[in-house]
């Protein structure tokens, strides 16, 4: 069933029914720090260079608060983000990322989120780097 507007002045009002939940879009901030391959490049010159890194873990630990909102807005967003992270290359640092990004999601979102996604999230946070032969 599509969510019910009651239309009042300029604004607009959501009804939901009962039990269903708002298809709305969460309030997300959407500064912080900004990965690049290189903060020298002429094409951030308009941006604040404190906010430009080519520091993967550094980008991952500003990273983490924004995708633990998203994933404690809806069920579906949590299982596509952990489903995102079982797809990263396992090439070693790959590995790595996915494991910081998991054990990110896990402590800021962790009861919020589904039984399987936190399921899925516990094991790509213990999967062992590959070894190089």
Do not use: N
Request: glycine share 6%; hydrophobic share 35%.
């Amino acid at each position: 069933m599509p969510p019910t507007y009651a239309l009042t002045g300029t604004e607009r009002e959501t009804l939901i029914a009962p039990g269903e939940q708002s298809d709305d879009l969460p309030e997300l901030a959407l500064d912080g720090v900004l990965l690049v391959d290189d903060v020298e490049d002429p094409h951030w010159q308009q941006l604040d260079r404190a906010r430009l890194t080519t520091d993967e873990r550094a980008y991952d630990e500003a990273l983490v608060p924004f995708l633990a909102d998203l994933a404690r807005s809806d069920p579906h967003v949590a299982r596509g983000l952990a489903s995102r992270m079982e797809g990263l290359p396992m090439e070693k640092e790959q590995v790595g990322r996915a494991d910081r990004l998991a054990r990110g999601l896990l402590g800021r979102a962790g009861p919020a989120l589904p039984e399987d996604v936190r399921d899925r999230l516990s094991r790509i946070e213990s999967q062992p780097a590959p070894q190089k032969p």
